[in-house]
């Protein structure tokens, strides 16, 4: 997939087999309960439905109306789920044409107009114009060393809106290689995969619905 796929190889996850494994489904807000099908990649590893949920309590209300930026789309969950709750628009970047060809599909099967979906390499992506994003869905492929440099991106160019959280999966008992400045609000572990959410210097801590 490159380097835009969505996480790539992650730690004690077998490879998926079968139709039913390349099923996902909103769990919440005005498309819950939807179903779709994301390509058969075998470096796709789809966010699991309880650490969406997770995610997603602890972002609460400042979702409605974000402005997001789903950088490794891959299955495009994360991206779908803050569309669903209400974010104002959602960016999907993959450099797999067959993830953005069903990510275009599935949004216009939706008729979600609030959403763009590019075929781009995240780094390649980053350095274009800048555009303020509220939230962030950081999940790189965890052997690719890509995190560290996507996350300084985000920082040295005008990325990330005043305020802005980000969110991030590594592999578990890995400190994330991000800047300093980067404050640590929520912390998780599932498995092999540690889950993350950031925000900018002064923003308060979102509170759990």
Not at 77 to 101: N, Q, T
Not at 165 to 185: D, I, M, N, S
Request: aromatic share 8%; glycine share 10%.
């Amino acid at each position: 997939m490159g380097a835009a796929g969505k996480s790539g190889s992650r730690p004690g996850m077998p490879a998926r087999r079968g139709s039913q494994a390349r099923v996902l489904r909103i769990i919440g807000g005005r498309w819950r309960g939807r179903k779709w099908r994301f390509p058969d990649l075998p470096d796709i590893r789809p966010t699991p439905d309880r650490v969406r949920e997770t995610l997603f309590n602890w972002l609460g209300g400042r979702v409605q109306g974000a402005r997001c930026l789903d950088l490794f789309a891959g299955s495009g969950a994360l991206g779908l789920e803050a569309l669903s709750r209400g974010a104002a628009h959602v960016s999907f970047v993959d450099s797999a044409e067959s993830v953005v060809r069903e990510l275009r599909l599935r949004l216009a099967e939706w008729q979600a107009a609030d959403a763009h979906v590019e075929r781009s390499d995240a780094l390649a992506f980053l350095a274009g114009r800048p555009q303020p994003f509220d939230i962030v869905f950081l999940d790189p492929p965890f052997a690719s060393g890509l995190l560290a440099a996507t996350a300084a991106r985000l920082t040295e160019q005008p990325w990330l809106a005043a305020g802005a959280l980000v969110y991030v999966e590594c592999a578990a008992g890995e400190a994330p290689p991000l800047p300093r400045t980067w404050q640590a609000l929520r912390t998780k572990r599932a498995g092999e995969v540690g889950y993350h959410l950031f925000a900018l210097p002064g923003t308060d801590s979102p509170k759990a619905a």
